[in-house]
């Protein structure tokens, strides 16, 4: 996968970046793949992007939480913020969803629900957290997570971490009156919500789409750096590293 390439004409609103070339011959080249450097062994960065972190952390544990953790954990601290009395339900519970309910966790909610497919993300979930578990291909997923609430109203707030349309359907039908969604996922260009703005304006529901967890990396990241060294983000548990050579055998693991 190559990280840098030549100009695109059509992209006029990427910051351009000059290396030189040979002899006097400079040449623009531009950061692409969501500002990452993926397996590059070299990136392009933003300085607005750029976290000064301690020379003794260990770069190569602390890096998902450039994307996926601070993604799901700034769901729950920026945007949702639910208190000890909310109940939550996180669909998904890969990286971004395992963040959120560590956040969670941290504030103190005291009604966690995860959704997944994965028995041992489930399991792993209520490691982390989770009082409550449920299969994502029940028939009843939205009865299920209405009687872990009060009078089986439905969460007061949740988190779609998974893109999938149906899933997030089940998302916004297991919020309770005036309940918070927060769209992590992203099912494709062109897609409409599967739901009506009636059921928003009456229910009083709010539905945030949420872009790296919405908060400043300069403040985030060294703030679950401090998480994890207390022991309350456990990086470790959800990480596992491959040498490069078996990238495919990485993919088919995840």
Same mark, same amino acid.
């Given at each position: +996968?190559?990280?840098? $390439?030549? $100009?695109?004409?059509?992209?006029?609103?990427? @910051?351009?970046?000059?290396?030189?070339?040979?002899?006097? *011959?400079?040449?623009? /080249?531009?950061?692409?793949?969501?500002g990452q450097s993926s397996m590059a062994r070299m990136s392009l960065v933003s300085e607005s992007s750029c976290v000064k972190v301690s020379k003794d952390l260990d770069l190569k544990l602390y890096a998902p939480l450039g994307c996926g953790m601070q993604t799901g954990s700034g769901a729950i601290f920026n945007t949702?913020? @639910? &208190?000890?009395?909310?109940?939550l339900a996180v669909f998904g519970c890969g990286a971004v969803g395992m963040a959120a309910i560590l956040a969670a966790?941290?504030? =103190?909610?005291?009604? #966690? #629900?995860? !959704?997944?497919?994965?028995?041992?993300?489930?399991?792993?979930?209520e490691e982390f957290g989770a009082t %409550? /578990? *449920?299969?994502?291909?029940?028939?009843? !997923?939205?009865?299920?997570?209405?009687? %872990? &609430?009060?009078?089986?109203l439905g969460v007061t707030h949740a988190?779609?971490?998974? =893109? /999938?349309? @149906? !899933?997030?359907?089940?998302?916004f039908e297991s919020l309770a009156s005036f309940g918070h969604l927060a769209s992590i996922g992203n099912?494709?260009? =062109? #897609?409409?919500?599967?739901?009506?703005?009636?059921? +928003? *304006?009456? =229910?009083?529901? &709010?539905?945030?789409?949420?872009? +790296?967890g919405g908060g400043d990396p300069q403040t985030a990241l060294p703030f679950l750096v401090?998480? %994890?060294?207390?022991?309350?983000f456990p990086i470790e548990k959800m990480s596992k590293y491959y040498p490069f050579e078996d990238f495919s055998r990485a993919v088919h693991d995840m």
């Open positions: +996968m190559n990280f840098l $390439r030549k $100009r695109n004409p059509d992209v006029e609103s990427q @910051p351009a970046y000059r290396l030189a070339g040979k002899g006097d *011959v400079e040449e623009k /080249v531009y950061g692409a793949f969501f949702l913020k @639910p &208190t000890p009395n909310s109940t966790k941290y504030l =103190g909610v005291q009604t #966690i #629900i995860a !959704v997944d497919l994965v028995q041992s993300r489930l399991d792993l979930a %409550h /578990v *449920v299969v994502g291909n029940d028939k009843d !997923v939205v009865e299920q997570i209405r009687s %872990h &609430t009060k009078w089986n988190v779609e971490a998974t =893109g /999938v349309l @149906p !899933v997030l359907k089940t998302a099912p494709g260009v =062109g #897609i409409k919500p599967p739901f009506e703005i009636n059921d +928003m *304006v009456n =229910g009083g529901k &709010t539905w945030s789409g949420i872009l +790296m401090g998480l %994890h060294q207390q022991g309350k």
